[in-house]
């Protein structure tokens, strides 16, 4: 499996012509319906929550796991 890069810094969110538009490191920019962006929030925050209880090499801030 190729190496994941992780990133200790927030994405940035921008909303423009009613679409939320995500934008994080090395120039990664996606566009969501607002349905859409809502969703993946929710998902994220699961994730983060699941994430937090398997502590793992992630809890070293940014670089290679």
Known sequence: MASVKSYSDPSDIHIEEG???VEGPDGVAVTLT???AEETGR???DAALEARARPGPADAGEGEI
Do not use: E, F, K, L
């Open 43 to 45: 998902r994220m925050i």
């Open 19 to 21: 679409q939320v538009i």
């Open 34 to 36: 607002p349905d859409a």
